[in-house]
């Protein structure tokens, strides 16, 4: 069973910085797609962006061209860099891994996909 652990948030200005962290427990990167998902309390939850097994990356509308999601196939471990951060982007984040490649258009069920971590709470203040 794939188990995912999230780190890296915390609370930041509007126009900082952040880098999450997301480890699996078991090398899932050659054949899964993971990314990252982002959920405020009483909203959908919404995509970020995404990894795919070949290397292809995709992104919401919302933060392209501000975060960059990216891996280390050595380490089991996907980032996610956040610049320019927005206080709209204020959300639990969480990374997941599915046997199949996901729209960040369409977030697909969290019952589809194979694992699904805690998350890690980013906060940006005005």
């Known amino acids: 069973q794939v188990q995912l652990a999230e780190s890296g948030g915390g609370s930041v200005q509007a126009g900082g910085s952040l880098r999450l962290s997301c480890v699996a427990s078991?090398?899932?990167?050659?054949?899964?797609?993971m990314g990252w998902f982002r959920q405020v309390p009483g909203k959908e939850r919404e995509a970020v962006a995404n990894?795919?097994?070949?290397?292809?990356?995709r992104y919401a509308d919302p933060v392209k061209g501000r975060f960059t999601i990216s891996r280390d196939k050595s380490k089991n471990k996907l980032y996610l860099q956040m610049n320019s951060l927005k206080p709209e982007d204020t959300a639990m984040h969480c990374c997941?891994?599915?046997?199949?490649?996901?729209?960040?258009?369409?977030?697909?069920?969290?019952?589809?996909?194979?694992?699904w971590g805690q998350g890690t709470l980013v906060t940006v203040s005005d």
């Open positions: 078991e090398s899932t990167f050659a054949s899964r797609c």
């Open positions: 997941a891994a599915a046997a199949f490649t996901w729209s960040v258009v369409e977030p697909p069920p969290a019952s589809t996909l194979d694992a």
């Open positions: 990894f795919e097994w070949d290397g292809t990356t």
